[in-house]
């Protein structure tokens, strides 16, 4: 193994962990027809400005850890293919 192969490896567990972690912290999503027969919309405040709260945060992060996965993931590959 080359020092390629264990930083992306690194990379990918490290990676893998923080994904993990932050799915867990946010909060369940309960919209749907529940939502629609009790009337419970989104036009309260944070509805509106929903990209500034806490919730939206993190979920901006998982998608950030999810594409940095994603791209480790490819390059691991690429470069295993090139190598050979």
Same mark, same amino acid.
């Given at each position: 193994m080359n020092v390629i192969q264990i930083v992306?490896? &690194?990379l990918l567990i490290i990676s893998c962990l923080i994904i993990i972690l932050v799915v867990l912290i946010q909060d369940?999503?309960?919209e749907g027809m529940t939502s629609a027969i009790t009337g419970?919309? %989104?036009?309260?405040?944070?509805?509106? %400005?929903g990209g500034r709260t806490r919730e939206a945060k993190i979920a901006k992060f998982t998608?950030?850890?999810?594409f940095i996965?994603?791209? &480790?993931?490819?390059l691991v590959n690429i470069?295993? &293919?090139y190598k050979k």
């Open positions: 992306s490896g &690194v369940s999503k309960d419970t919309a %989104n036009d309260s405040f944070f509805g509106r %400005n998608k950030f850890a999810a996965f994603f791209g &480790v993931t490819l470069l295993a &293919v």
